[in-house]
Each structure stands twice: as structure tokens, then as C-alpha cells.
């Protein structure tokens, strides 16, 4: 499980002090998906990072009895002058997986061919996400954090992507950001709410959705 215990988080926007999370405290259950909802600019994608590890709170902790992943897809961790190879097996070596055979699922996932080899900063966005993707695939989370993300690529990458993330969710759950009410119902049961600095959970995803809508309708 993940829980946030008196959690807190402002972020500084245009001179301002924006309240991401006030005083929350929540538990996020192993075995339901949840799909997480709020406006546009509430605090979402920092919330995943908050999750996540990558963004610390102000006040409160995040209790992780659990492994979670990054950001699924997210490429902004790459040290650029690294190859790709090198960037994996560095994560291979922070999460404890088996160095090698992270290697090779990477290298035949992301479909890199001999760019694998070259520094990350000389990959296009595309490419990036391609590795990223790969090495969210590779390595086993009991939580997949997902910020509108699924898949990327061309058409038959994306199906692959699609195939490889189901097949992950098979013993694992997600928490989602997506602005796609349709998005969220192929992956999730149940939904959070993010509105004016609160939290509220629902076991039921359409109560969610109808929340979230509510609060839209409202402002």
C-alpha cells in the first residue's frame, strides 16, 4: 500500500504560493487501479512525483510498503551524455534487478537499433520515450504511475506498448492521470479526487468521474 500521513505540498507559481495538498492523509489499497481526476492545473502530474519519491512535501511523509515506479514514460531522469545501455544499467543497479537481462528487454523493446549505444542527448523526444517506456516495461512495480501516457510511437510500437502494459497490470495496479473519462474506465475500478488542496477516494470509478464533473460544473 501507499499512504500519505498529514501530507502537504505547495508549489511557487507566478510569485504565489499554490496549495497542491493540505494535511492529507489517504491510503492508496494494493489491488485496485485507480484513476486519479481534478482541473486542470490542481496538481496532478505533481502529485504522481509525490508518489512517486521524485518530489519531496513540505510538511508530512509517504509511507511505501510497496515498489512504485516513476512516472511511466517519463525521460527527464536520463543523464544525457550516457547511451541508453548505460542509463539501464544504472536502473538496473538503484532497483536490483538482474543487470543483463534489463539489457536485453530494453534493447529489443525500445527497437533503438545501434542509437541504444549513443548518448541519450543526441536521441530525438521520440526515441527518449521509447527507452523511457522500455525501462518502465522492463522492470517489475507492484504500482505503475501513469501521467497521460499509455503508449508512444508509430502504430505498431504503440500496439506492442499497449500489449506489454496490460500484461504488467495482470498482477499489478496504476494510479492514472488522464483527462479521458474512456481512458481511465479500460484501466481503472476506482478514483481520487484532487479539488482545492483535498483528496477524497472512491471505490467506484464512475462516482469518481461524477465528482470530478460535479466539481467542473461548479466553477
Not at 527497437?111 to 521509447?130: D, H, I, N
Not at 495496479?173 to 483535498?198: F, I, K, N, Q, W
Request: charged share 25%.
Amino acid at each position: 500500500m501507499i499512504r500519505l500521513e498529514n501530507a502537504t505540498k505547495f508549489v511557487r507559481m507566478k510569485g504565489v504560493n499554490k496549495t497542491i495538498i493540505n494535511d492529507v492523509s489517504m491510503t492508496i489499497p494494493r489491488g485496485r487501479s485507480i484513476g486519479l481526476l481534478g482541473r486542470n492545473g490542481a496538481g496532478k502530474s505533481t502529485l504522481l512525483q509525490i508518489i512517486a519519491g521524485t518530489l519531496d512535501l513540505d510538511k508530512g511523509r509517504v509511507v511505501r510498503k510497496a515498489k512504485v515506479s516513476w512516472p511511466l514514460g517519463f525521460a527527464g531522469s536520463f543523464q544525457g551524455n550516457l547511451s541508453g545501455e548505460q542509463n539501464v544499467r544504472f536502473v538496473a543497479r538503484i532497483y536490483g534487478v538482474d543487470t543483463e537481462e534489463l539489457v536485453d528487454y530494453v534493447a529489443e523493446f525500445s527497437e533503438l537499433g545501434e542509437f541504444f549505444r549513443a548518448p541519450v542527448r543526441t536521441y530525438s523526444s521520440g526515441m527518449k520515450a521509447r527507452l523511457a517506456f522500455g525501462v518502465s516495461m522492463g522492470v517489475k512495480f507492484d504500482y505503475y504511475l501513469v501521467d497521460e501516457i499509455t503508449a508512444v510511437g508509430d502504430t505498431n510500437f504503440k500496439r506492442k506498448s499497449q500489449r506489454a502494459f496490460k500484461e504488467r497490470l495482470s498482477d499489478s495496479d496504476v494510479v492514472m492521470v488522464s483527462h479521458s473519462p474512456s481512458t481511465l474506465r479500460d484501466y481503472c475500478e476506482a478514483g481520487v479526487v484532487l479539488e482545492d488542496g483535498s483528496l477524497t477516494y472512491y471505490d467506484k470509478l464512475e462516482e469518481a468521474i461524477a465528482a470530478h464533473e460535479g466539481n467542473l460544473k461548479r466553477r
